[in-house]
């Protein structure tokens, strides 16, 4: 059985880093350690801070945090996840 070249997806991944902006993407570049915050003391202390596992749906105080920022919303109503796919 013969395949044709699918031209759409040999086209993106032939120019999609050779482009300023890429309308193709479906997702986002990730940012460097350095990009999350904007000052010396918390960029020194965010690199201070060890890698390990961290609770699956996130920390009460992340969940607090991000609860904040929505009137009437607790930790209870906050899901952490890494990316979409584990959401799903």
């Known amino acids: 059985m013969k395949l044709d070249t699918f031209a759409m997806e040999r086209m993106q991944s032939t120019f999609e880093n050779q482009v300023d902006f890429n309308l193709s993407e479906s997702g986002v570049h990730p940012l460097r350690l350095g990009e999350l915050v904007d000052d010396g003391a918390a960029r020194d202390q965010l690199l201070a801070e060890p890698l390990r596992y961290s609770q699956s749906n996130g920390t009460i105080a992340l969940r607090e945090t ?23």
């Open 66 to 88: 991000i609860a904040a920022l929505y009137p009437g919303a607790t930790a209870d109503h906050v899901q952490v996840t890494n990316g979409g796919s584990e959401a799903n």
